[in-house]
């Protein structure tokens, strides 16, 4: 099992960048794909990043790539989502999601995070 806990959220100018750590416990999180989701007020959760537990694979939402970056380093248990170009549709509560089968990461993970509002201002 994973216990994942995210940070880094906050409030930023349209153009300007942040990077949302998430910090994840459990002694297999090495073996567990992980990424992050995202919900804008109003909307439903939707996929924005993964990335396989060997870092091998990564897949991102139409909308984001090119400007947001997943990484992961499996000795520290993290996970960066490092978002540049913001706009203020990005706007929203970030979640950071973990699940050892990939095809999750996308149909609905089974590990979450409490999320982390990110809010990007005009």
């Known amino acids: 099992q994973v216990q994942l806990v995210e940070s880094g959220g906050g409030l930023v100018q349209a153009g300007g960048s942040l990077r949302l750590s998430c910090a994840a416990s459990?002694?297999?999180?090495?073996?567990?794909?992980i990424g992050w989701f995202r919900q804008a007020p109003g909307k439903e959760r939707e996929f924005v990043a993964a990335?396989?537990?060997?870092?091998?694979?990564?897949d991102y939402a139409d909308s984001i790539k090119g400007r947001f970056t997943l990484s992961r380093d499996n000795a520290k248990n993290t996970v960066y989502l490092q978002m540049n170009s913001l706009k203020p549709e990005d706007t929203a509560v970030y979640f950071c999601?973990?699940?050892?089968?990939?095809?999750?990461?996308?149909?609905?993970?089974?590990?979450w995070g409490q999320g982390t509002q990110v809010t990007v201002s005009s």
């Open positions: 459990g002694r297999t999180f090495s073996s567990y794909h």
């Open positions: 990335t396989s537990w060997s870092g091998g694979m990564t």
């Open positions: 999601a973990s699940d050892p089968r990939w095809a999750n990461m996308h149909l609905g993970p089974n590990y």
